[in-house]
């Protein structure tokens, strides 16, 4: 039996909860909906996807502490991959070096946390 689900999206835990909405804002160029002030932020990504932001209850604080990147990125396909790395710089967001995968053209980012995100340019086929 397979589990039965309607929607998915992605929560981050945020230390910082100002610093991170402010910077995922930047980024994808639009205002959290809905936003509690200090509780939750949600942005729609493309696909139905999205991103839910939130501070850690006090007594969750160690559970979602993040000690690196670890196993899990945030992926988001772009149009045009060298422009989307300007957008970064112009975030002051680090990033890497553009890399060839077997999908294509990408290059790793880390938000203000620490938390690794992906833009991938997928191949012209």
Same mark, same amino acid.
């Given at each position: 039996?397979?589990?039965?689900?309607?929607?998915?999206?992605?929560?981050?835990?945020?230390?910082?909860?100002?610093?991170?909405?402010?910077?995922?804002?930047?980024?994808?160029?639009?205002?959290?909906?809905?936003?509690?002030?200090?509780?939750?932020?949600?942005?729609?990504?493309?696909?139905?996807?999205?991103?839910?932001?939130?501070?850690?209850?006090?007594?969750? !604080? =160690?559970?979602? $502490?993040?000690?690196? %990147?670890?196993?899990?990125?945030?992926?988001?396909?772009?149009?045009? &991959?060298? /422009?989307?790395?300007?957008?970064?710089?112009?975030?002051?967001?680090?990033?890497?070096?553009? !890399? =060839?995968?077997? $999908?294509?053209?990408? %290059?790793?980012?880390?938000?203000?946390?620490?938390?690794?995100?992906? &833009?991938? /340019?997928?191949?012209?086929?």
């Amino acid at each position: 039996m397979a589990l039965s689900q309607n929607q998915a999206f992605l929560a981050l835990a945020a230390q910082d909860f100002d610093t991170i909405v402010a910077f995922y804002q930047a980024l994808l160029g639009q205002s959290p909906q809905p936003f509690m002030a200090h509780r939750y932020a949600e942005f729609q990504l493309s696909g139905g996807l999205r991103l839910a932001i939130f501070p850690p209850k006090p007594s969750a !604080q =160690e559970e979602f $502490h993040l000690s690196s %990147a670890g196993p899990l990125s945030l992926c988001l396909g772009v149009p045009d &991959l060298n /422009q989307a790395l300007i957008h970064l710089q112009q975030l002051q967001c680090p990033h890497g070096e553009i !890399q =060839e995968a077997s $999908h294509g053209k990408e %290059a790793y980012a880390y938000d203000p946390q620490g938390n690794r995100i992906i &833009l991938y /340019q997928p191949n012209q086929t």
